[in-house]
């Protein structure tokens, strides 16, 4: 049997889509594609820095311990300054390579364009402030705590309850400040300051009769700063939800998730861990105000 040319154009249609599905047909490999473009883009060297070649890392001054030493950020002495280190490395940048830039702690997550790429300042993630930057995943856990002098009445509290009485402190548009108005809900208003070494002196003129910091300052406060000072106790959690610092970015930054990615691997590493029982090994104690 002979086929004319006529005889084989409907078939032709049918081939064509054949061939058109085989060809548009969906292949397996995105997924390997993204990976390999996301590791691609972390690539040390390949970082879209604000300066290339170098990492900037902003935090506020003064840099307090334990989170840094001796308000020197590039020291290395200190849990946030090793986490910096940790993370530059893992980007890929050596020490010389990282630029510190002074920041006041609210203006790291205020909007607006950020003049680092990365801010470290025991900032707590918060659904109200990634609406303005973007959040590294967590570093460290973190508790709130209350300082009392030791001859003040509060200092024997063991509840929540026992505060409502008490006049309270702590730095403005921190977790702290949350603590105190969501958790303890005190009878009086509480102070407010710009700057924890304000709380400090105002706990040790007897303006306010506590103070509430996260769990590692409030040891060093007691140990180090107000020796007339006693860590009453700690929050299960601070404003009745699990509490974490991260590392701020710009809002939509190019870097965000390979510095996720990095304290993802320092913290699967075991990396987290040591530097903070290195540098935080005191706040492991203290008792639970219900």
Same mark, same amino acid.
């Given at each position: 049997m002979h086929l004319t040319a006529r005889s084989l154009l409907p078939?032709?249609?049918?081939?064509?889509?054949?061939?058109? /599905?085989? !060809? +548009? %047909? #969906?292949?397996?490999?995105? &997924?390997? $594609?993204?990976?390999?473009?996301? /590791?691609? !883009? +972390? %690539? #040390?060297?390949?970082?879209? &820095?604000? $300066?290339?070649?170098?990492?900037?890392?902003?935090?506020?001054? #003064?840099?307090y311990a334990p989170w840094f030493q001796d308000d020197d950020p590039a020291s290395g002495k200190g849990f946030e300054s090793a986490v910096t280190y940790a993370v530059a490395k893992a980007l890929g940048y050596e020490k010389n390579q990282v630029v510190w830039q002074t920041v006041p702690f609210n203006n790291s997550f205020a909007p607006g364009e950020k003049n680092f790429d990365f801010d470290i300042n025991q900032i707590s993630m918060s659904?109200?402030?990634?609406?303005?930057?973007?959040?590294?995943?967590?570093?460290?856990?973190?508790?709130?705590?209350?300082?009392?002098l030791k001859d003040s009445p509060y200092?024997?509290?063991?509840?929540?309850?026992?505060?409502?009485?008490?006049?309270?402190?702590?730095?403005?548009?921190?977790?702290?400040?949350?603590?105190?108005?969501q958790v303890i809900k005190p009878t009086r208003q509480p102070a407010v300051?710009?700057?924890?070494?304000?709380?400090k002196s105002a706990l040790r003129n007897g303006q306010v009769d506590a103070i509430?910091?996260?769990?590692?300052?409030?040891?060093?406060?007691?140990?180090a700063?107000?020796?007339?000072?006693?860590?009453?106790?700690?929050?299960?959690?601070?404003?009745?939800?699990?509490e974490r610092f991260g590392l701020v970015l710009d809002k939509g930054s190019a870097l965000t998730s390979c510095v996720t990615r990095a304290v993802d691997g320092l913290r699967a590493d075991g990396t987290l861990a040591a530097l903070e029982k290195q540098w935080l090994s005191d706040a492991v104690d203290a008792p639970v105000l219900k």
């Open positions: 078939a032709l249609p049918a081939l064509l889509v054949i061939a058109a /599905a085989t !060809a +548009c %047909a #969906p292949q397996d490999t995105s &997924t390997e $594609a993204d990976a390999s473009s996301s /590791a691609s !883009a +972390c %690539a #040390p060297g390949a970082l879209a &820095t604000r $300066a290339k070649g170098k990492l900037t890392v902003g935090t506020d001054k #003064p840099a659904d109200e402030r990634k609406k303005a930057v973007d959040f590294s995943s967590g570093y460290y856990d973190v508790r709130q705590a209350v300082i009392a200092a024997k509290a063991t509840t929540a309850s026992d505060l409502k009485g008490a006049k309270l402190g702590a730095q403005v548009g921190t977790t702290s400040l949350d603590t105190i108005n300051f710009q700057k924890n070494d304000f709380a509430v910091v996260d769990l590692p300052t409030a040891f060093y406060i007691t140990s700063e107000v020796p007339d000072a006693k860590v009453v106790g700690q929050f299960a959690d601070s404003a009745g939800v699990a």
